[in-house]
């Protein structure tokens, strides 16, 4: 069965960086349009960055010039390389996979941005 599965999460300071992965089996990859999602305790679940198949790319205002989000269709996986983490940035971040009315999701990854 289809599986995204996310990594790269944990405990950071503020100003750091991370990167997530997410690693996507059983789907023809290369066609999907990926996305990552955050929610953040007591928020709306929203969106960060997608990607499309010819990789124009789209950010939330929020992330703007600090989130990179890229794919890399040989190994069927989505990154968020995330930079100048903010305490607000702490959430689970999670990886979609959407294709027409196809939709798959990740478990999440927790960020955590503390000092």
């Known amino acids: 069965q289809v599986q995204l599965v996310e990594s790269g999460g944990g405990l950071v300071q503020p100003g750091g960086s991370l990167r997530l992965s997410c690693a996507a089996s059983?789907?023809?990859?290369?066609?999907?349009?990926m996305v990552w999602h955050r929610q953040a305790p007591g928020k709306q679940r929203e969106l960060v960055a997608s990607i499309t198949p010819g990789r124009t790319t789209t950010y939330v205002e929020s992330v703007k010039g600090r989130f990179t989000i890229s794919r890399d269709n040989a190994k069927n996986t989505l990154y968020l390389q995330m930079n100048s983490l903010k305490i607000e940035d702490t959430a689970v971040y999670y990886c979609n996979a959407k294709y027409y009315t196809r939709a798959y999701w990740g478990q999440g990854t927790q960020v955590t941005v503390s000092s």
């Open positions: 059983a789907i023809s990859f290369s066609i999907y349009t």
